[in-house]
């Protein structure tokens, strides 16, 4: 799906111009990118965190001249879906999961009460 397609999409679940809808959609981008831009993070409650991560320095290899090259530290966007988005793109993973989870004993709370007996 490209923007064309979200904007139509927009219009036809809402009842709203075209004109509108690309307006809206821009205002949502604008916002989730100025965000991120300043460091925050954007949270979309079942659908994923959009947030800003530091990529360390590194050194690469260029296949072409043989040779290692230096790559710079540098900031960049990453988007972690949510639990609900990745059940909906794979259903069988999350019934897997949720079994999992279910299956496993709870663990004791060792740390709450060392910190209680430490406060005493």
Same mark, same amino acid.
């Given at each position: 799906?490209?923007?064309?397609? *979200? =904007?139509?999409?927009?219009?036809? +679940?809402?009842?709203?111009? !075209?004109?509108? +809808? ?5 205002? =949502? ?8 831009? #300043?460091?925050? &993070?954007? &949270? ?6 959009? /947030? ?8 690469? *290899? ?5 040779? $290692?090259? /230096? ?14 988005? @990745? ?7 999350? !019934?897997? @999961?949720?079994? #999992? ?5 709870? /663990? ?6 060392? $910190? &209680?007996?430490?406060?005493?």
């Amino acid at each position: 799906m490209n923007r064309v397609e *979200f =904007v139509e999409k927009i219009v036809a +679940a809402h009842g709203v111009s !075209k004109a509108e +809808a690309g307006r809206i959609l821009e205002t =949502v981008i604008d916002t989730i990118v100025g965000a991120v831009k #300043k460091g925050d &993070s954007v &949270s979309l409650v079942g659908f994923g965190t959009f /947030k800003q991560v530091a990529r360390a320095a590194r050194t690469g *290899f260029n296949p072409t001249a043989g040779e $290692k090259i /230096k790559i710079a530290a540098q900031k960049v966007p990453k988007f972690v879906p949510g639990a609900a988005f @990745k059940a909906a793109v794979d259903p069988k993973a999350a !019934k897997r @999961k949720a079994e #999992k989870a279910a299956a496993k004993p709870a /663990k004791p709370a060792k740390k709450a009460a060392a $910190k &209680s007996a430490k406060k005493k």
